[in-house]
């Protein structure tokens, strides 16, 4: 079994920046697809990034890419998503999830953090 932790939301400006942090426990962490999904108010969970067990393949959203990141950190058993040039749009719960594939889809991961809440005022 695997526990997820977020951490690093908050309020930001718009055009700001904000890191999230998502850390693992309770499993091989190096075994995992990691991604990242968010959910607005009022809307379905959407795809926002996955990275491969290694790290050296990642895949984003179209709204996510040339502004997010993904990273992790085997030896910390961390994910990162580094989120720059935020909009208001990109308000949302932001979840951290493990799976066995790199699919874009929420049913393909096992485990789910709590979340974090990320508000972009603008």
């Known amino acids: 079994q695997v526990q997820l932790v977020e951490s690093g939301g908050g309020l930001v400006q718009a055009g700001g920046s904000l890191r999230l942090s998502c850390a693992a426990s309770g499993?091989?962490?190096s075994r995992y697809f990691m991604g990242w999904f968010r959910q607005a108010p009022g809307?379905?969970?959407e795809f926002v990034a996955v990275i491969s067990w290694s790290g050296s393949i990642?895949?984003?959203s179209d709204s996510?890419?040339?502004r997010f990141t993904i990273s992790r950190d085997n030896?910390?058993?961390t994910v990162y998503l580094q989120m720059n040039s935020l909009k208001p749009a990109d308000t949302a719960v932001y979840y951290c999830t493990a799976g066995k594939s790199g699919a874009i889809t929420s049913k393909a991961y096992d485990?789910?953090?709590q979340g974090t809440q990320v508000t972009v005022s603008s």
Do not use: Q
């Open 58 to 60: 990642t895949y984003l």
């Open 75 to 77: 030896a910390k058993n």
């Open 43 to 45: 809307k379905e969970r």
């Open 64 to 66: 996510a890419k040339g």
């Open 27 to 29: 499993g091989t962490f």
């Open 111 to 113: 485990y789910w953090g």
